[in-house]
């Protein structure tokens, strides 16, 4: 069955640190793999997106993230943390060919302390 | 360029009533996703629609249903509302079908009493 699994709940770290935020999928096919953040009461910003080609692909706010194909993993990283990238934080898979179902893992809370 | 438009934003309602709900999609997209997000079940797909087709639909009761118009405008709809039907309902504007990118629109939270 097709899963996104983000094994952290939530994570707190200080401003300025490096973050990796994990995510491991589960799909048959080649998969299209996303990050959305969210924050309170909004909606779902996409962070960056892997469809194909390089496997470390840049997004927005800083972010980047690596496919990893033997390892079933698109972890999120960025270098040094702000305190505005407090949210939550979604790994989702899709398909290709026209199948635009998302699956989404349960997102992972990001606290920053000052 | 205007994003995702969901109305209305905020909506109370009652046990056995009904709701529409809408989405207007960016200009030139022409497909929607739905989506429901409640704490317990987290986020999850409701259906997909392109030209006025539903494409693909998930694991939701019949009481949840919508379409498509030629604008590309799309209403779900949920009848005989219920407690657990209480959940913030995200919209997702396609720009093709071939291109699996979604932008979001900032939901409707639905309350149920």
């Known amino acids: 069955a097709q899963s996104v699994t983000q094994p952290d709940i939530h994570i707190t770290v200080s401003e300025g640190a490096s973050l990796e935020l994990r995510c491991n999928y589960s799909y048959g096919a080649t998969p299209y793999l996303f990050w959305y953040v969210q924050s309170p009461g909004q909606g779902l910003q996409l962070l960056l997106k892997y469809f194909s080609g390089d496997t470390l692909v840049q997004g927005i706010k800083g972010f980047e993230a690596e496919f990893k194909r033997s390892q079933s993993s698109f972890n999120l990283r960025k270098p040094s943390v702000h305190w505005s990238d407090a949210a939550e934080y979604f790994c989702a898979v899709g398909g290709t060919g026209g199948y635009n179902k998302l699956i989404f893992g349960a997102g992972t809370r990001l606290a920053v302390h000052p | 360029k205007a994003g995702v438009t969901q109305t209305p934003r905020y909506l109370i309602k009652t046990r056995g009533q009904q709701v529409t709900l809408s989405c207007s999609p960016i200009?030139?997209?022409?497909?929607v996703s739905w989506y429901q997000q409640t704490p317990g079940q987290g986020l999850q797909f409701l259906f997909e629609y392109f030209s006025e087709t539903q494409r693909n639909k998930g694991n939701f009761p019949g009481r949840f249903s919508g379409r498509q118009f030629s604008n590309s405008r799309s209403e779900m709809n949920v009848s005989t509302l219920e407690l657990g039907d209480s959940a913030l309902y995200l919209c997702?504007?396609?720009?093709?079908?071939?291109?699996?990118?979604?932008?979001f629109g900032p939901g409707t939270r639905l309350t149920v009493l």
């Open positions: 200009s030139g997209h022409r497909s």
């Open positions: 997702a504007s396609i720009r093709s079908i071939d291109v699996n990118e979604q932008f």
